[in-house]
Protein backbone atom coordinates (compact mmCIF):
# COMPACT_ATOMS: atom_id res chain seq x y z
CA UNK A 1 0.00 0.00 0.00
CA UNK A 2 1.18 2.94 -1.06
CA UNK A 3 -0.40 6.30 0.13
CA UNK A 4 0.74 10.04 0.19
CA UNK A 5 0.35 12.90 2.92
CA UNK A 6 -0.62 14.36 -0.13
CA UNK A 7 -3.39 12.48 -1.18
CA UNK A 8 -4.43 12.55 2.57
CA UNK A 9 -4.68 16.21 2.38
CA UNK A 10 -6.45 15.97 -0.73
CA UNK A 11 -9.00 13.55 1.01
CA UNK A 12 -9.69 15.64 3.81
CA UNK A 13 -9.93 19.19 1.86
CA UNK A 14 -12.84 17.32 -0.52
CA UNK A 15 -14.02 16.20 2.51
CA UNK A 16 -13.97 19.76 4.15
CA UNK A 17 -15.11 21.91 1.45
CA UNK A 18 -17.69 19.59 -0.20
CA UNK A 19 -15.99 19.78 -3.73
CA UNK A 20 -13.22 18.25 -5.71
CA UNK A 21 -12.85 21.67 -7.70
CA UNK A 22 -12.32 23.33 -4.57
CA UNK A 23 -10.24 21.47 -3.23
CA UNK A 24 -8.12 20.78 -5.61
CA UNK A 25 -7.94 24.65 -6.02
CA UNK A 26 -6.84 24.80 -2.30
CA UNK A 27 -4.29 21.96 -2.71
CA UNK A 28 -2.90 24.14 -5.61
CA UNK A 29 -3.57 21.53 -8.45
CA UNK A 30 -5.30 20.63 -11.21
CA UNK A 31 -8.78 19.05 -11.27
CA UNK A 32 -8.01 16.31 -13.41
CA UNK A 33 -4.91 15.56 -10.86
CA UNK A 34 -6.89 15.99 -8.08
CA UNK A 35 -9.33 13.46 -9.37
CA UNK A 36 -6.74 11.02 -10.03
CA UNK A 37 -5.11 11.32 -6.54
CA UNK A 38 -8.33 10.32 -5.19
CA UNK A 39 -8.95 7.26 -7.19
CA UNK A 40 -5.52 5.76 -6.47
CA UNK A 41 -5.58 6.55 -2.52
CA UNK A 42 -9.18 4.60 -2.61
CA UNK A 43 -7.53 2.00 -4.47
CA UNK A 44 -4.73 1.71 -2.02
CA UNK A 45 -7.41 1.58 0.90
CA UNK A 46 -9.85 -1.20 -1.49
CA UNK A 47 -12.90 0.92 -0.64
CA UNK A 48 -14.64 4.28 -1.46
CA UNK A 49 -14.23 7.54 0.32
CA UNK A 50 -17.11 9.10 -1.76
CA UNK A 51 -20.09 8.00 -3.65
CA UNK A 52 -20.59 10.25 -7.26
CA UNK A 53 -24.09 11.52 -6.62
CA UNK A 54 -24.52 13.20 -10.20
CA UNK A 55 -21.27 15.99 -9.74
CA UNK A 56 -21.53 15.84 -6.39
CA UNK A 57 -19.01 14.14 -4.10
CA UNK A 58 -21.04 12.38 -0.88
CA UNK A 59 -18.67 10.80 2.27
CA UNK A 60 -19.43 7.22 2.38
CA UNK A 61 -19.42 5.89 6.14
CA UNK A 62 -16.04 4.20 5.73
CA UNK A 63 -15.17 7.78 4.11
CA UNK A 64 -16.25 9.42 7.58
CA UNK A 65 -14.42 6.82 9.51
CA UNK A 66 -11.26 7.52 7.37
CA UNK A 67 -11.39 11.07 7.97
CA UNK A 68 -11.17 10.53 11.68
CA UNK A 69 -7.63 8.72 11.12
CA UNK A 70 -6.66 11.29 8.80
CA UNK A 71 -7.28 14.41 10.73
CA UNK A 72 -5.54 12.49 14.06
CA UNK A 73 -2.40 12.02 11.28
CA UNK A 74 -2.35 15.47 10.07
CA UNK A 75 -2.70 16.48 14.35
CA UNK A 76 0.64 14.56 15.11
CA UNK A 77 2.55 15.90 12.12
CA UNK A 78 1.29 19.81 13.54
CA UNK A 79 2.40 18.74 17.00
CA UNK A 80 5.73 17.61 15.64
CA UNK A 81 5.98 20.65 14.05
CA UNK A 82 5.41 22.45 16.77
CA UNK A 83 8.32 23.37 18.85
CA UNK A 84 7.25 25.94 21.23
CA UNK A 85 3.09 26.34 22.18
CA UNK A 86 3.80 30.07 21.47
CA UNK A 87 4.44 29.99 17.99
CA UNK A 88 1.85 27.34 17.13
CA UNK A 89 0.21 27.77 13.88
CA UNK A 90 -2.44 26.39 11.40
CA UNK A 91 -6.12 27.10 10.72
CA UNK A 92 -8.48 26.59 13.38
CA UNK A 93 -11.88 25.68 11.92
CA UNK A 94 -15.12 26.52 14.14
CA UNK A 95 -18.59 26.57 13.22
CA UNK A 96 -20.90 28.44 15.91
CA UNK A 97 -24.75 28.89 15.87
CA UNK A 98 -26.04 32.41 15.19
CA UNK A 99 -25.72 34.05 19.32
CA UNK A 100 -22.57 32.21 19.88
CA UNK A 101 -20.96 33.66 16.81
CA UNK A 102 -22.13 37.34 16.54
CA UNK A 103 -21.96 38.03 20.59
CA UNK A 104 -19.25 35.66 22.67
CA UNK A 105 -16.91 34.84 19.63
CA UNK A 106 -15.69 38.00 18.34
CA UNK A 107 -14.24 38.83 21.76
CA UNK A 108 -12.72 35.48 22.32
CA UNK A 109 -11.24 35.60 18.82
CA UNK A 110 -9.46 38.53 19.36
CA UNK A 111 -8.10 37.57 22.84
CA UNK A 112 -6.88 33.67 21.29
CA UNK A 113 -4.98 35.49 18.52
CA UNK A 114 -2.98 37.94 20.54
CA UNK A 115 -1.66 34.96 21.88
CA UNK A 116 -1.38 33.02 18.65
CA UNK A 117 -0.89 35.26 16.08
CA UNK A 118 0.29 32.68 13.44
CA UNK A 119 -2.93 30.42 13.87
CA UNK A 120 -5.89 31.02 10.82
CA UNK A 121 -9.40 31.57 12.02
CA UNK A 122 -12.48 29.62 9.67
CA UNK A 123 -15.58 30.77 11.13
CA UNK A 124 -18.80 29.21 10.07
CA UNK A 125 -22.48 30.39 11.77
CA UNK A 126 -25.03 27.91 11.24
CA UNK A 127 -27.99 26.58 13.46
CA UNK A 128 -26.92 23.55 15.70
CA UNK A 129 -29.04 20.94 13.20
CA UNK A 130 -26.06 22.13 10.88
CA UNK A 131 -23.56 22.01 13.38
CA UNK A 132 -23.78 19.03 14.92
CA UNK A 133 -23.92 17.73 10.91
CA UNK A 134 -20.66 19.67 10.37
CA UNK A 135 -18.81 18.16 13.24
CA UNK A 136 -20.27 14.90 12.17
CA UNK A 137 -18.75 14.84 9.04
CA UNK A 138 -15.43 15.95 10.18
CA UNK A 139 -16.16 19.05 8.26
CA UNK A 140 -14.90 21.07 11.18
CA UNK A 141 -12.84 21.10 14.30
CA UNK A 142 -15.31 22.63 16.87
CA UNK A 143 -18.63 22.83 17.12
CA UNK A 144 -20.72 25.36 19.30
CA UNK A 145 -24.44 24.97 19.79
CA UNK A 146 -26.73 26.48 22.32
CA UNK A 147 -29.52 23.20 22.04
CA UNK A 148 -29.44 20.37 23.69
CA UNK A 149 -28.01 17.14 21.76
CA UNK A 150 -27.21 13.52 22.17
CA UNK A 151 -24.88 12.05 19.28
CA UNK A 152 -23.05 8.93 19.66
CA UNK A 153 -20.20 9.71 17.48
CA UNK A 154 -19.83 13.49 19.31
CA UNK A 155 -18.53 14.82 22.32
CA UNK A 156 -20.99 17.35 24.13
CA UNK A 157 -19.28 19.26 26.71
CA UNK A 158 -20.74 22.26 28.74
CA UNK A 159 -19.40 25.47 28.33
CA UNK A 160 -21.55 28.20 30.23
CA UNK A 161 -25.13 29.39 30.67
CA UNK A 162 -27.36 31.50 28.81
CA UNK A 163 -31.38 32.32 29.33
CA UNK A 164 -33.76 33.40 26.52
CA UNK A 165 -36.01 36.07 27.17
CA UNK A 166 -39.60 36.83 25.72
CA UNK A 167 -39.84 40.17 24.30
CA UNK A 168 -42.39 42.78 22.40
CA UNK A 169 -42.16 46.18 21.31
CA UNK A 170 -41.68 49.08 24.31
CA UNK A 171 -44.90 50.39 22.82
CA UNK A 172 -46.96 47.30 22.41
CA UNK A 173 -50.19 46.89 25.18
CA UNK A 174 -48.48 43.99 27.13
CA UNK A 175 -45.35 46.74 27.84
CA UNK A 176 -46.81 48.10 30.46
CA UNK A 177 -48.09 45.45 31.82
CA UNK A 178 -44.73 43.51 31.66
CA UNK A 179 -45.97 39.68 32.36
CA UNK A 180 -47.65 37.41 30.36
CA UNK A 181 -49.71 34.94 31.88
CA UNK A 182 -50.35 31.25 30.36
CA UNK A 183 -53.48 32.52 28.77
CA UNK A 184 -51.89 35.44 27.04
CA UNK A 185 -49.27 33.29 25.48
CA UNK A 186 -51.39 31.47 23.73
CA UNK A 187 -53.19 34.38 22.37
CA UNK A 188 -50.11 35.94 21.16
CA UNK A 189 -48.86 36.17 17.27
CA UNK A 190 -45.15 34.66 17.70
CA UNK A 191 -42.09 35.81 15.35
CA UNK A 192 -39.38 32.43 16.07
CA UNK A 193 -36.17 31.50 14.48
CA UNK A 194 -36.60 28.60 12.68
CA UNK A 195 -36.80 24.59 13.21
CA UNK A 196 -33.10 22.79 14.02
CA UNK A 197 -32.03 26.49 16.05
CA UNK A 198 -31.68 26.08 19.51
CA UNK A 199 -33.62 28.91 20.16
CA UNK A 200 -36.27 27.55 18.98
CA UNK A 201 -35.86 23.98 20.48
CA UNK A 202 -35.70 25.12 24.03
CA UNK A 203 -38.54 27.71 23.68
CA UNK A 204 -40.89 24.08 21.84
CA UNK A 205 -39.31 22.23 25.09
CA UNK A 206 -40.83 25.09 27.55
CA UNK A 207 -44.30 25.30 25.29
CA UNK A 208 -44.16 21.84 25.57
CA UNK A 209 -43.69 21.55 29.51
CA UNK A 210 -46.50 23.99 29.98
CA UNK A 211 -48.92 21.91 27.39
CA UNK A 212 -49.45 25.14 25.53
CA UNK A 213 -49.60 25.60 21.83
CA UNK A 214 -48.66 29.10 20.41
CA UNK A 215 -49.78 30.74 17.19
CA UNK A 216 -46.67 31.23 14.80
CA UNK A 217 -46.90 34.69 13.15
CA UNK A 218 -43.09 34.32 11.89
CA UNK A 219 -40.70 32.07 11.23
CA UNK A 220 -37.00 33.67 10.52
CA UNK A 221 -33.46 32.74 10.23
CA UNK A 222 -31.55 35.98 11.60
CA UNK A 223 -32.16 37.59 15.34
CA UNK A 224 -32.35 41.36 13.54
CA UNK A 225 -35.15 40.13 11.05
CA UNK A 226 -36.83 38.78 14.57
CA UNK A 227 -36.13 42.14 16.49
CA UNK A 228 -37.17 44.16 13.51
CA UNK A 229 -40.39 42.36 13.22
CA UNK A 230 -41.16 42.86 16.56
CA UNK A 231 -40.07 46.59 16.70
CA UNK A 232 -43.14 46.80 13.72
CA UNK A 233 -46.04 45.64 15.99
CA UNK A 234 -46.14 42.09 13.64
CA UNK A 235 -45.73 39.92 17.44
CA UNK A 236 -43.72 39.15 20.02
CA UNK A 237 -40.23 37.11 20.33
CA UNK A 238 -38.18 34.99 22.14
CA UNK A 239 -34.28 35.01 22.09
CA UNK A 240 -31.24 35.20 23.94
CA UNK A 241 -30.92 37.97 26.22
CA UNK A 242 -27.27 38.38 24.50
CA UNK A 243 -29.46 38.93 21.63
CA UNK A 244 -31.81 41.92 23.09
CA UNK A 245 -29.25 43.70 25.68
CA UNK A 246 -28.66 46.89 23.95
CA UNK A 247 -32.46 46.86 22.48
CA UNK A 248 -33.22 47.13 25.89
CA UNK A 249 -31.09 49.25 27.16
CA UNK A 250 -32.14 51.69 24.68
CA UNK A 251 -35.68 51.01 25.34
CA UNK A 252 -36.99 50.07 21.91
CA UNK A 253 -37.81 46.63 23.19
CA UNK A 254 -39.33 45.24 26.76
CA UNK A 255 -38.80 42.20 28.66
CA UNK A 256 -41.69 40.20 29.10
CA UNK A 257 -42.19 37.80 32.33
CA UNK A 258 -43.45 34.37 31.72
CA UNK A 259 -44.03 31.28 33.74
CA UNK A 260 -41.91 29.45 30.93
CA UNK A 261 -38.32 28.12 31.65
CA UNK A 262 -35.86 29.44 29.56
CA UNK A 263 -32.34 28.56 30.65
CA UNK A 264 -30.39 27.13 28.53
CA UNK A 265 -26.24 26.17 28.62
CA UNK A 266 -23.87 26.35 25.44
CA UNK A 267 -21.85 23.45 24.63
CA UNK A 268 -18.58 22.46 22.86
CA UNK A 269 -19.09 19.98 20.43
CA UNK A 270 -16.48 17.66 18.98
CA UNK A 271 -16.01 14.53 16.97
CA UNK A 272 -15.38 11.44 19.10
CA UNK A 273 -12.66 9.78 16.90
CA UNK A 274 -10.95 12.84 15.75
CA UNK A 275 -7.96 14.08 17.25
CA UNK A 276 -7.82 17.74 17.10
CA UNK A 277 -4.94 19.86 15.74
CA UNK A 278 -2.71 22.30 18.32
CA UNK A 279 -4.65 25.26 17.53
CA UNK A 280 -8.02 23.75 18.32
CA UNK A 281 -6.80 21.94 21.66
CA UNK A 282 -6.09 25.22 22.58
CA UNK A 283 -8.66 26.99 21.62
CA UNK A 284 -10.95 24.61 23.78
CA UNK A 285 -8.54 24.65 26.81
CA UNK A 286 -9.63 28.71 25.72
CA UNK A 287 -12.80 28.95 26.10
CA UNK A 288 -13.10 26.56 29.30
CA UNK A 289 -11.43 28.71 31.55
CA UNK A 290 -12.23 32.41 30.18
CA UNK A 291 -15.13 34.16 31.28
CA UNK A 292 -17.22 36.23 28.46
Known amino acids: MSISLRQLHLFEAI ?22 AL ?11 FSRVGRELVITDAGINALANVREISALIEKFKTVNQNEMSGTLRVVASETIASFLLPKLFASFIAIYNEVTLDLKIANTHDVIDMVDKGQIHIGLIEGPVIHSRL ?8 NLEVFCHSQHPLAQQGKLSLK ?9 REPGSGTRAIFEAAIGRLGAKVTLGLELT ?17 LSKLVIADDIQA ?37 LRTKV
Open 15 to 36: ARLGRLTAAANEQAISQSAASQ
Open 39 to 49: KELESALGYSL
Open 155 to 162: TVQPWRED
Open 184 to 192: EIQQQQWIL
Open 222 to 238: RHEAIKQSVKAGLGIGC
Open 251 to 287: EQLTVLKTPLELSRRFSLVTHAASHLNPPASAFIQYL
